[in-house]
């Protein structure tokens, strides 16, 4: 009954399982491909002295479809890199240095997006509740049920090696016994 059930399920979750374990591989990745997630440069100073209205200016200046704050999805103040990120709605990122509102760099921000398909609120909502967490409570369950299939075997051979061991204890004296007989 568990291997069957085992196997159904496993077929039923594949192709959500797939979308969650690809986009999982990418995000691991998103520091070290540029292509996922754009590299974080430098600005030149450590104290913000450019205010938002500056920086939102800056980042109108290289992308103009940019009509006002409700463009933005975030912005990523790190003043220790003396930048800020601008994420925008539509996936893209503008790093502006802190000192001087320079512009440092546009890309376009996959990782956003690789991580809304990776937990299935890109799709909808609804595809997020009713199919990605089921698929992940079913995994968890796949999992639980091939560990025990996997240490049932194991189980049995170490139980039927400790009755065994225990017959031959048990044996054993009687054998003692019967060969301090023949010697007499």
Do not use: C
């Amino acid at each position: 009954m568990t291997r069957r059930w085992h196997r159904w399920t496993a077929i039923l979750v594949a192709l959500p399982f797939l979308v969650v374990i690809l986009t999982g591989i990418l995000l691991q990745l998103k520091k070290d491909w540029s292509w996922i997630q754009p590299a974080t440069h430098r600005g030149g100073g450590r104290i913000p002295e450019i205010s938002f209205t500056e920086l939102l200016a800056a980042a109108r200046s290289v992308h103009p479809s940019i009509q006002g704050w409700a463009d933005v999805e975030r912005i990523d103040v790190q003043p220790g890199r003396g930048i800020a990120k601008i994420h925008l709605r539509d996936y893209w990122e503008i790093q502006v240095d802190l000192k001087n509102a320079a512009v440092l760099q546009k890309a376009y921000r996959r990782s956003d997006l690789i991580e809304a398909i990776h937990d299935g609120s890109w799709f909808h909502n609804g595809i997020k509740v009713w199919v990605f967490l089921p698929t992940a409570i079913v995994v968890l369950l796949l999992w639980i049920t091939g560990m025990y299939l996997f240490v049932l075997p194991h189980l049995a051979r170490w139980s039927k090696r400790k009755k065994t061991a225990r017959t031959l204890a048990r044996q054993e004296p009687f054998a003692v016994e019967s060969e301090s007989r023949s010697k007499n």
